[in-house]
């Protein structure tokens, strides 16, 4: 049985390479993602270690704020020469030198712009000398309170050189230096994992990264010969007390490691899941290439059944077929997730990590057993029903010319009826609020056994859809056979179109939800903004874009300006829990700006020891007009406010406010918005190019008039729009391959068919345009079905996001026209190669055909 299994596999290789395909490509993403996450992995491990190889211990102090690097940047605590000091005295302490290392200090090119990072930070730094590390490669160390020095990677990205005078912003605003130096890294390297650094003097490293003189940002220690470094590290926790965290220099190289790694499982995360994508499409490629060959074998396996074969015989000889073709495809994937996760790496490295230098590509155990593991375990699954099937066929039916005949649909409609309403029901519990953590999945969960339960249903609806949709191709005689041919076989048919409808229901649903946020945002902002002018930036990194606060005072004095309101923000610890909170320049214009109005108390004005909050913050944590609060900010010290005002909470503004005072203990001490309200009849391009000379200093940010505001702030939403309809494409590509795959299979179970309607007249053009019709009509089938259950899918998310600010229902009703467009066009590129081989086809040979 097993040779029999084997030499039938072989003899029809070439379709089932086509269904392996969508297990490599599934498995390519699967292994691509362990490759890279490890690779960029070691290659971290390799930087940390070399830049803290000349610590043996290492001091900070504790933030005063704990801040997660999604929600912004954290601050270390300020370390006072007194500390130092106490840690000197620690016996074992052979060599103590602090520093100061803060990230923020963003250089300004020769072309007016700040040099930007993706990733790495902008470090400001005071100068300690030339050591094993650090190595000068042109000019020397910074001595003047005018001079800096910079890394080798920052000079080339800036095009600067020494010699060169560039303005650099840090806590304060802009500030021109001279460039006497540039350096590097021992091994040759320009930067430590992409990282910008600029050094200053120490007096000017700490005032301008810190805030004031005198204080450091961290302590490095050698310790003495013969003495441990878990030793030197207790002794000195002991001595410095509980607001400092002391640490071994490969606790800290492991935890910026580790670290690093968290923030790469993002992509590991992303690359999975389209993985994911992938394979469950091509579950259904797989299920359709068995059960069509299972048909076409009807007389071979029967006669198997007669000679003596059991029903386990059989079952197991599809199994068999559905394992090799299941190790072929994961051990090609394997390969080519290799290569793809050293090529993600490459990129990394190159475009998005500033030039980090990227360990030898290895591959996992984890990318290994995964990728077999998943390709099997996709590939046995979706040959396990055909198994069935085939198990089931009698003996008899060798002595019949005609396959069994299709089944009725009742059995499969009630299933998935049952899995559709439970998916949905799955989706409902997740998109309420009421699934606490397991929110995500739940949802993914309830979005997949949906579509099986749609998949399901799909072969009831097929037939009069097809039919219908054949009709536009009916005019003439190949168009007419096409459209019968899509729809004799609902099962079919509707397994092949349920590949594209995922593919075209993700994409579907996601525009229909970004464009939902982006026109509930613009309608939104443009009912509560009340200001014609906007300063702002582009925030691309955990530090938000900033400016000169004097640009605030000096615009008010513009004619034909009328209010002008600057916001600064923050995380900050209110009565010991992490809130969001802004402080503003002027509450009285802000009060007009954003339309606020009082719910208690007042918010005219708001003095150094006040705050205001938003309705339901307030309602939440049970405060009324007169509680007093703690508030810590990332720089200042715990100061007590009293709660002056309460106003209407907005989906665009709510939190703490500050008064203006309290911007200096920010994380950001500099405005990051600012709201100009002009006189009526003013003109708008005027005062905005006054303004825009005014942010001469701040290259970080622009004016920009309400409406272009407005847009800048949805234009994200079309970058992830357009990078999720890239990514699947690949979704979109397995189902090309799956009609390929049902087209070559139909053209060969019909191979006799053909012959006789070539013997009758069917010239090879109208042959091909008959194929090509087939393949269209089940294209634009399951591009109508996947714009349908996608539309559907989004508008629930929408309406579950009612009350989170997402208000209007947009359905794109272009694209979605167009994603039929191009069905019809997929439909066409996929019957290229099938209606060439049904053209072909020797008429004598194929009546002749058993």
Do not use: C
């Not at 690097?69 to 030198?97: H, L, W, Y």
């Not at 030339?130 to 005018?146: C, F, I, S």
């Amino acid at each position: 049985m097993l040779r029999a299994t084997l030499k039938s596999l072989l003899a029809r290789k070439l379709r089932l390479v086509l269904s392996g395909l969508a297990v490599v490509l599934g498995v390519m993403f699967v292994a691509g993602a362990f490759v890279l996450t490890d690779t960029l992995g070691r290659s971290f491990d390799a930087v940390f270690a070399s830049a803290l190889s000349q610590t043996d211990v290492g001091v900070s102090a504790k933030p005063k704020v704990e801040v997660s690097e999604f929600e912004g940047e954290e601050v270390q605590a300020p370390i006072p020469t007194s500390t130092v000091d106490t840690v000197r005295s620690v016996p074992g302490a052979a060599k103590v030198t602090p520093y100061v290392s803060v990230d923020g200090a963003r250089l300004i090119g020769k072309n007016g712009k700040v040099v930007t990072s993706f990733g790495p930070p902008q470090l400001g730094e005071s100068w300690t000398g030339e050591d094993e590390l650090v190595q000068l490669r042109e000019g020397r160390g910074p001595t003047a309170d005018n001079e800096i020095a910079i890394n080798a990677t920052l000079a080339k990205t800036a095009k600067v050189t020494v010699g060169d005078t560039v303005g650099v912003l840090t806590l304060e605003p802009k500030k021109d230096f001279k460039i006497v130096g540039i350096f590097g890294y021992s091994g040759g390297r320009d930067s430590l994992g992409g990282v910008q650094q600029v050094d200053f003097t120490e007096p000017v490293a700490q005032k301008l990264m810190l805030g004031e003189t005198g204080v450091y940002s961290g302590i490095t220690v050698k310790a003495a010969d013969g003495v441990s470094h878990e030793k030197l590290r207790d002794d000195i926790a002991a001595a410095v007390g509980s607001g400092y965290e002391v640490k071994t220099g490969k606790q800290l190289a492991d935890e910026a490691s580790d670290s690093i790694k968290q923030g790469l499982s993002f992509f590991n995360n992303i690359l999975l899941g389209f993985a994911g994508v992938a394979l469950f499409v091509g579950i259904f490629l797989i299920l359709n290439t068995f059960s069509i060959i299972v048909a076409q074998r009807t007389r071979e396996l029967a006669l198997m059944r007669a000679v003596g074969a059991s029903r386990r015989q059989m079952i197991g000889s599809v199994l068999v077929e559905a394992v090799i073709i299941g190790l072929v495809a994961s051990l090609l994937g394997l390969g080519a997730g290799v290569g793809v996760g050293a090529l993600l790496a490459f990129a990394f490295s190159n475009l998005g990590g500033g030039g980090l230098e990227i360990a030898s590509v290895g591959v996992p155990a984890s990318a290994v057993i995964s990728s077999f593991v998943v390709g099997l375990l996709v590939t046995v699954i979706a040959a396990t029903l055909p198994a069935l099937r085939a198990s089931r066929i009698p003996p008899v039916a060798a002595m019949q010319d005609v396959a069994n005949p299709d089944r009725p649909l009742t059995r499969v409609t009630i299933i998935g009826a049952i899995i559709g309403a439970a998916g949905g029901a799955l989706l409902a519990f997740g998109l309420s609020g009421n699934a606490g953590d397991g929110t995500l999945w739940t949802v993914l969960g309830g979005v997949l056994i949906t579509f099986i339960g749609v998949a399901l249903l799909t072969p009831l609806i097929s037939k009069p859809v097809v039919s219908l949709l054949g009709r536009l191709f009916s005019w003439s005689v190949p168009g007419k056979l096409g459209r019968l041919n899509s729809g004799r076989n609902p099962r079919r048919t509707a397994i092949t179109a349920a590949a594209l409808m995922v593919g075209i229901a993700l994409v579907t649903g996601v525009t229909v939800i970004l464009d939902s946020a982006k026109s509930s945002f613009t309608k939104l902002a443009e009912n509560t903004i009340n200001a014609e002018l906007v300063i702002s930036g582009t925030q691309s990194g955990p530090r938000p874009p900033s400016f000169d606060a004097a640009v605030l005072d000096k615009a008010a004095a513009l004619p034909g300006v009328h209010e002008v309101a600057g916001l600064y923000a923050d995380m900050a610890s209110v009565d010991g829990k992490r809130e969001y909170v802004t402080a503003v320049s002027d509450i009285g214009a802000l009060k007009d700006i954003y339309r606020a109005t009082p719910t208690a108390g007042t918010i005219d004005s708001l003095g150094d020891d006040q705050l205001l909050v938003d309705s339901k913050t307030a309602k939440d944590m049970g405060l009324s007009v007169g509680a007093t609060l703690s508030v810590q900010t990332s720089r200042g010290d715990a100061k007590t406010y009293t709660l002056s005002g309460v106003y209407n909470e907005s989906d665009l503004y709510s939190g703490f406010v500050l008064p203006v005072t309290a911007a200096k203990g920010f994380a950001v001490p500099q405005p990051t918005q600012g709201y100009l309200q002009l006189d009526p009849g003013t003109s708008v391009s005027q005062v905005q190019s006054e303004v825009d000379k005014l942010l001469a200093d701040s290259p970080e940010v622009s004016v920009a008039d309400r409406s272009t505001f407005i847009d800048e702030q949805t234009s994200s939403l079309d970058g992830v729009l357009t990078m999720i309809q890239i990514l699947l494409a690949l979704a979109i590509l397995i189902a090309v391959l799956g009609i390929v795959n049902t087209l070559a299979l139909s053209v060969l179970e019909r191979t006799r068919e053909l012959g006789l309607l070539r013997a009758i007249g069917l010239r090879r053009a109208q042959t091909m345009r008959m194929v090509t019709v087939e393949a269209v009509v089940i294209s634009m089938f399951g591009a109508l079905l996947g714009v349908v259950v996608g539309s559907g899918l989004g508008a629930s998310v929408v309406r579950a996001l009612k009350d989170d600010g997402i208000t209007d229902l947009v359905l794109p009703w272009s694209q979605m026209g167009l994603f039929v467009v191009l069905a019809a066009v997929v439909g066409v590129v996929a019957a290229v190669l099938p209606a060439i081989r049904a053209a072909r086809l020797n008429v004598l040979g194929a009546i002749a055909h058993e």
